[in-house]
């Protein structure tokens, strides 16, 4: 996702697209996270927006908040490292779950929604591995059970490292370098000053490290024992998730229902994608079975 607003026209708006109320939360033990809220309407059910690999956000879902809005409450956070998350000396996906969960907890909310996008996927599944009565449900936006190819995690041991030392030595020319690259294709004065501000504070060393968690983790042991209601929106023209991943994912998913949407890996941000369409598609689907699982439970 760093690179997730290159070509994307869409950006040239986002000043006039709210990204809600910003809240920063303490969390005990933990740390502070920013979180972006609508309130959405009373009594709506609530969906946890957790972004991808780079982004924070507002960066990953700013082009969907207007529509989720309308039907419910929304929370957006900023992932460790990422954004105005948590810092973190040690970026571990499990850690961005309980994060998420804690979020929760601070604002009364039992149940929820994970949606995630790209490494949000993983992120979202967590939450449900770890703590499967909080969620009701899955949305698993343009992910996959894994990311890498058994060998190539043998590559990332040793560059990656590497790469750590080497930000967290000069941070402010590493993360002045990562928002250059993103500005440079980003139309207009607001959008630049957009991504400007997302990505101030976000830690190129945690990024780094985050790029290697995501690379070594597979849920391929334990995506079938998901039991809560799911859908996977799969981006068709993906060259970073390969499509066939993202199927196999909602394949491997008992009763998971899959949502194409027509773009590449950079379908959230893109002004004529089906992908905020589809989303919507699919939070309602996975909402309205929860609910019909809950009424005949009861």
């Given at each position: 996702?760093?690179?997730?607003?290159?070509?994307?026209?869409?950006?040239?708006?986002?000043?006039?697209?709210?990204?809600?109320?910003?809240?920063f939360l303490d969390l005990k033990g933990r740390g502070r996270i920013r979180v972006l809220e609508h309130k959405g309407p009373k009594g709506a059910p609530t969906l946890v927006l957790l972004h991808g690999l780079g982004a924070t956000g507002g960066l990953?879902?700013?082009?969907?908040?207007?529509?989720?809005?309308?039907?419910?409450?929304?929370?957006?956070?900023?992932?460790?490292?990422?954004g105005r998350g948590i810092p973190t000396r040690r970026f571990r996906l499990r850690d961005c779950a309980d994060d998420a969960v804690a979020v929760t907890d601070q604002l009364g909310i039992d149940r929820f929604i994970a949606v995630g996008y790209s490494?949000?996927?993983?992120?979202?599944?967590?939450?449900?591995?770890?703590?499967?009565?909080?969620?009701?449900?899955?949305?698993?936006?343009?992910?996959?059970?894994?990311?890498?190819?058994?060998?190539?995690?043998?590559?990332?041991?040793?560059?990656?490292?590497?790469?750590?030392?080497?930000?967290?030595?000069?941070?402010?020319?590493?993360?002045?370098?990562?928002?250059?690259?993103?500005?440079?294709?980003?139309?207009?004065?607001?959008?630049?000053?957009?991504?400007?501000?997302?990505?101030?504070?976000?830690?190129?060393?945690?990024?780094?490290?985050?790029?290697?968690?995501?690379?070594?983790?597979?849920?391929?042991?334990?995506?079938?024992?998901?039991?809560?209601?799911?859908?996977?929106?799969?981006?068709?023209?993906?060259?970073?998730?390969?499509?066939?991943?993202?199927?196999?994912?909602?394949?491997?998913?008992?009763?998971?229902?899959?949502?194409?949407?027509?773009?590449?890996?950079?379908?959230?941000?893109?002004?004529?994608?089906?992908?905020?369409?589809?989303?919507?598609?699919?939070?309602?689907?996975?909402?309205?079975?929860?609910?019909?699982?809950?009424?005949?439970?009861?």
């Amino acid at each position: 996702m760093a690179d997730a607003l290159r070509n994307r026209s869409a950006v040239d708006s986002v000043e006039r697209r709210p990204l809600g109320e910003e809240r920063f939360l303490d969390l005990k033990g933990r740390g502070r996270i920013r979180v972006l809220e609508h309130k959405g309407p009373k009594g709506a059910p609530t969906l946890v927006l957790l972004h991808g690999l780079g982004a924070t956000g507002g960066l990953n879902w700013f082009s969907a908040f207007p529509e989720l809005e309308q039907r419910y409450r929304v929370l957006a956070v900023d992932h460790r490292g990422h954004g105005r998350g948590i810092p973190t000396r040690r970026f571990r996906l499990r850690d961005c779950a309980d994060d998420a969960v804690a979020v929760t907890d601070q604002l009364g909310i039992d149940r929820f929604i994970a949606v995630g996008y790209s490494m949000g996927g993983p992120i979202a599944k967590l939450c449900w591995n770890r703590h499967p009565r909080r969620v009701r449900g899955l949305v698993l936006c343009a992910t996959s059970r894994y990311f890498t190819p058994q060998q190539f995690p043998i590559l990332t041991r040793a560059i990656l490292p590497g790469a750590v030392v080497g930000a967290r030595l000069a941070p402010n020319l590493i993360r002045e370098q990562i928002i250059e690259s993103m500005l440079k294709t980003v139309p207009g004065k607001e959008g630049k000053d957009f991504v400007r501000r997302e990505m101030s504070g976000s830690d190129p060393a945690a990024l780094a490290q985050a790029t290697r968690a995501v690379l070594r983790f597979s849920s391929r042991d334990w995506a079938s024992n998901i039991t809560v209601p799911t859908a996977v929106v799969i981006t068709t023209r993906d060259e970073i998730v390969p499509t066939g991943r993202q199927h196999a994912l909602a394949a491997a998913i008992p009763g998971a229902k899959s949502f194409e949407v027509h773009g590449d890996h950079f379908a959230c941000a893109a002004r004529n994608s089906n992908f905020v369409p589809q989303l919507l598609a699919a939070c309602a689907h996975v909402d309205a079975e929860a609910a019909r699982r809950h009424a005949a439970a009861a």
